[in-house]
């Protein structure tokens, strides 16, 4: 049960810091808390949890215009943050995870502003028909956080410089660009700001919840530091892609799949699955299933069917049978 509400505002802008700070609000949030967290990151690409950062972001271009890439715990696709876009965060134990109250919360925010919203689908916030937050989940050990971003006065020349969205994710939605499928808050409300939706948020979740917000004011800076560091590795951003072996990809009923695999003497010996899916837990239950078994598409399909619901199964499978089996 909630009895009580917590803030903290980061007050840095480096996506890796502010990463290692939500991971230690997540670990620490106490069992009767709902915790709201307010950042922002300058000029970065954050990727999901599963994603292969050289398949979503034109990674040499953002390194050469001194931006960051991030990857966060979360599954989801890649999002573009500057200044003009506001993260936030609701942590909480897992039993109190009440995710339309976030969103109840997320809207009153913007209805403080004198913006009307609607929702769409599982973890999208529309504003005139448009997306300005998109949202995504993390579970662990009893705590779980839903977070997300609100455009406020972001630079869309940006997001679809950086983002490399696979076509077919473009055209299972029916539109041609990145850029079009979004909206900044400020076109429906031009003097809005990141400062003001800050303080609307505050207001917001005290109406929604009934409690007054009480300020973190600090936490601890040695821990957050020494885990930003491994959130800004080479290895932890970008992993070690499988050499080529056999590969595939399309738009599935979870969302994007890129599978590699490597096959010797008939065996899978190895197996990576880049996804936008928001189970982040659904590589691993495929590598889990599939490696060390024959390559073989009906040994494949019943391993797949023994951890992935019936849907999920028969599509990564009829991907295989498409561009590998045929």
Request: proline share 3%; with cysteine; hydrophobic share 40%.
């Amino acid at each position: 049960m909630i009895k009580k509400i917590q803030f903290y505002i980061s007050d840095t802008v480096d996506p890796h810091l502010n990463l290692a700070k939500e991971k230690f609000l997540f670990d620490t949030v106490d069992d009767e808390t709902i915790l709201l967290y307010l950042w922002q990151n300058q000029n970065t690409v954050v990727i999901g949890k599963n994603q292969n950062a050289f398949s979503e972001c034109r990674t040499e271009l953002l390194k050469e215009e001194d931006g960051k890439l991030a990857r966060r715990l979360s599954g989801g696709g890649a999002v573009f943050h500057d200044l003009g876009n506001l993260n936030f965060t609701f942590l909480c134990a897992t039993e109190n995870l009440d995710i339309s109250k976030h969103m109840q919360v997320i809207r009153e925010a913007c209805a403080i502003a004198g913006i009307e919203t609607e929702l769409s689908g599982r973890n999208d916030i529309l504003a005139d028909g448009r997306k300005f937050s998109g949202n995504a989940f993390y579970n662990s050990r009893g705590h779980s956080y839903h977070h997300g971003t609100i455009l406020i006065r972001a630079d869309m020349a940006k997001l679809g410089r950086y983002l490399t969205p696979p076509k077919a994710k473009l055209e299972a939605k029916g539109v041609k660009s990145v850029r079009s499928r979004v909206i900044n808050l400020t076109e429906l409300a031009p003097s809005l700001t990141c400062e003001q939706m800050k303080e609307h948020l505050l207001v917001a979740i005290e109406k929604v919840y009934g409690f007054t917000p009480e300020k973190i004011e600090e936490i601890n800076v040695e821990e957050i530091t020494a885990l930003a560091e491994q959130y800004g590795s080479w290895e932890y951003l970008y992993g070690t892609p499988l050499p080529l072996g056999i590969s595939c990809e399309g738009r599935l009923p979870f969302g994007s799949a890129e599978l590699q695999m490597q096959v010797e003497n008939g065996i899978i010996t190895a197996l990576k699955l880049y996804t936008d899916a928001l189970d982040v837990e659904l590589p691993d239950k495929v590598e889990d299933a599939l490696v060390s078994l024959p390559f073989d598409l009906h040994a494949i399909r019943g391993a797949l069917l023994r951890v992935l619901d019936e849907v999920d199964a028969f599509a990564l499978t009829t991907l295989l049978s498409e561009q590998i089996f045929s």
